[in-house]
């Protein structure tokens, strides 16, 4: 039944049609998201979320995918007695995720509550909402942090959804990879990776590469729009002075060694095969022609963009970079607060409920910022394949395994405990992956 709503509400979270609430666009946007990843931790959260917009009174558009869509919700409404699958009843009404949940990546997304929004008391060890919030307020600028409630249902808005990411989650066409449950410490069950490498590859072992604060560091340098975003139409080039999203045709990758750079935002085209991205892409796709490694940039087809900047967050970035150091050599709770605030902080950029309160309502800003991580993750795997070394998985923001011989990490990546930095581990080959510690 969820894969039906999904397919009917296609032409409008792809963004080829518009007419729905935005508040309604990211909750089936979402839905597509997580039955595309086989995600049945997320579809448990987006239960309740699903059976509200499913019995809400919707003034839908008198169009054939108008009629579709109504005709799926009203479905969704009376196939149970929440509409909800039993995957979803399942992890909705359980304490623990079913088995199949997609490694570690959700438990390093904290779940915002009520008065994750207010600022965090003179005690807490990283201040981190406080300092981005001044870090947005300082800037010459005048930033718009919030986007009235009344404009978020048109304009670019509705375009705009998580799978802008651009996470690669990519295994090498001649690895297998199989799923494997594994049960935590704290009892929850969960599945892990477990790569099968080819003979053909030689002699080697795993080696996990885990990126050190991959959000926090991307907010360096994101290029995003601190104000309105304007609807710039076609473009014959990008203007590296604006920053926004835009409409392209996915370019051809031809290399089976490295995920395309899009990562898995070419999964979800809308009906003319075109994918709508943030500026980091665009940007990544500019340097990669001009190297050589695509023939041709993408025509942009639509564009919502504003004056761009890339320092918007850099105060936030400095404070988190500096307070790491600190706290990476104390470890235990004040660390760990230190990075559950540093998640509160940047998720409140665009909370994924509607009714939690926040001192931000960006959306772009939010996958602007989630999309430079991506393309710095891609970035320096790139280098390392170009030098030679062989990737066999290219996970999310911060999650690399290569094939090398043991003890001898990818020389392009920075060994430490900083921003920028990695840890690398090895592993034999048929070995679980374990998950990231930090």
Same mark, same amino acid.
């Given at each position: 039944?969820?894969?039906?709503?999904?397919? /009917?509400?296609? $032409?409008? *979270?792809?963004?080829?049609?518009?007419?729905?609430?935005?508040?309604?666009? @990211?909750?089936?946007? /979402?839905?597509?998201?997580?039955?595309?990843?086989?995600? !049945?931790?997320?579809?448990?959260?987006?239960?309740?979320?699903?059976?509200?917009? /499913?019995?809400?009174?919707?003034?839908?558009?008198?169009?054939?995918?108008?009629?579709?869509?109504?005709?799926?919700? %009203?479905?969704?409404?009376?196939?149970? *007695?929440?509409? !909800?699958?039993?995957?979803?009843?399942?992890?909705?009404?359980?304490?623990?995720?079913?088995?199949?949940?997609?490694? #570690?990546?959700?438990?390093?997304?904290?779940?915002?509550?009520?008065?994750?929004?207010?600022?965090?008391?003179?005690?807490?060890?990283?201040?981190?909402?406080?300092?981005?919030?001044?870090?947005?307020?300082?800037?010459?600028?005048?930033?718009? =942090?919030?986007?009235?409630?009344?404009?978020?249902?048109?304009?670019?808005? =509705?375009?705009?959804?998580?799978?802008?990411?651009?996470?690669?989650?990519?295994? @090498?066409?001649?690895?297998?990879?199989?799923?494997?449950?594994?049960?935590?410490? %704290?009892?929850?069950?969960?599945?892990?990776?477990?790569?099968?490498?080819?003979?053909?590859?030689?002699?080697?072992?795993?080696?996990?590469?885990?990126? %050190?604060?991959?959000?926090?560091?991307?907010?360096?340098?994101?290029?995003?729009?601190?104000?309105?975003?304007?609807?710039?139409?076609?473009?014959? #080039?990008?203007?590296?002075?604006?920053?926004?999203?835009?409409?392209?045709?996915?370019?051809?990758?031809?290399?089976?060694?490295?995920?395309?750079?899009?990562?898995?935002?070419?999964?979800?085209?809308?009906?003319?095969?075109?994918?709508?991205?943030?500026?980091? @892409?665009?940007?990544?796709?500019?340097?990669?022609?001009?190297?050589?490694?695509? #023939?041709?940039?993408?025509?942009?087809?639509?564009?919502?963009?504003?004056?761009?900047?890339?320092?918007?967050?850099?105060?936030?970035?400095? /404070?988190?970079?500096?307070?790491?150091?600190?706290?990476?050599?104390?470890?235990?709770?004040?660390?760990?607060?230190?990075?559950?605030?540093?998640?509160?902080?940047?998720?409140?950029?665009?909370?994924?409920?509607?009714?939690?309160?926040?001192?931000?309502?960006?959306?772009?800003?939010?996958?602007?910022?989630?999309?430079?991580?991506?393309?710095? @993750?891609?970035?320096?795997?790139?280098?390392?394949?170009?030098?030679?070394?062989?990737?066999?998985?290219?996970? %999310?923001?911060?999650?690399?395994?290569?094939?090398?011989?043991?003890?001898?990490?990818?020389?392009?990546?920075?060994?430490?405990?900083?921003?920028?930095?990695?840890? #690398?581990?090895?592993?034999?080959?048929?070995?679980?992956? $374990?998950?990231?510690?930090?």
């Amino acid at each position: 039944m969820e894969r039906e709503l999904a397919e /009917a509400a296609l $032409p409008y *979270t792809s963004g080829a049609r518009q007419g729905l609430p935005a508040s309604v666009t @990211h909750v089936l946007a /979402a839905l597509r998201t997580a039955l595309a990843g086989g995600d !049945q931790g997320a579809l448990g959260e987006l239960g309740p979320s699903l059976a509200e917009v /499913a019995a809400a009174p919707l003034q839908l558009p008198d169009t054939d995918e108008g009629r579709r869509l109504a005709a799926a919700l %009203n479905a969704y409404t009376t196939a149970g *007695t929440t509409g !909800q699958s039993a995957a979803v009843r399942s992890a909705a009404g359980s304490g623990h995720v079913p088995d199949d949940e997609d490694d #570690a990546e959700a438990e390093a997304e904290v779940e915002l509550q009520p008065g994750d929004e207010e600022d965090e008391p003179e005690s807490a060890p990283f201040p981190a909402l406080k300092l981005l919030k001044d870090a947005v307020a300082r800037s010459k600028m005048h930033p718009i =942090p919030v986007i009235r409630a009344e404009d978020r249902e048109s304009g670019p808005w =509705p375009l705009v959804s998580e799978d802008m990411d651009g996470e690669p989650r990519w295994v @090498h066409p001649d690895v297998t990879s199989t799923r494997v449950p594994y049960s935590r410490e %704290n009892g929850k069950r969960v599945r892990r990776d477990q790569l099968d490498v080819p003979d053909a590859f030689g002699e080697g072992v795993l080696c996990l590469i885990d990126r %050190n604060g991959s959000y926090p560091s991307a907010c360096s340098a994101v290029p995003l729009a601190p104000n309105k975003l304007l609807h710039t139409g076609p473009l014959e #080039a990008f203007d590296k002075a604006s920053a926004g999203i835009y409409l392209i045709d996915i370019p051809e990758w031809p290399r089976t060694d490295m995920p395309h750079p899009l990562g898995r935002i070419i999964d979800r085209p809308d009906e003319q095969g075109r994918v709508w991205v943030t500026t980091p @892409h665009i940007k990544q796709l500019v340097k990669l022609v001009r190297e050589g490694h695509l #023939a041709a940039m993408p025509a942009i087809h639509d564009s919502w963009t504003g004056k761009a900047n890339e320092s918007l967050f850099k105060p936030f970035y400095e /404070a988190a970079r500096k307070a790491r150091i600190e706290l990476v050599q104390a470890g235990g709770e004040p660390y760990k607060a230190y990075k559950t605030r540093l998640s509160i902080a940047l998720r409140l950029l665009w909370p994924k409920r509607a009714e939690q309160r926040s001192p931000f309502w960006r959306p772009d800003w939010r996958m602007s910022m989630v999309a430079e991580a991506s393309v710095r @993750h891609w970035t320096v795997a790139f280098k390392a394949v170009q030098e030679g070394h062989t990737l066999i998985a290219l996970r %999310n923001v911060d999650a690399a395994v290569f094939w090398t011989p043991p003890g001898t990490p990818p020389g392009t990546y920075r060994i430490g405990t900083g921003f920028g930095e990695v840890k #690398a581990k090895f592993i034999q080959p048929g070995e679980m992956i $374990p998950e990231g510690d930090d």
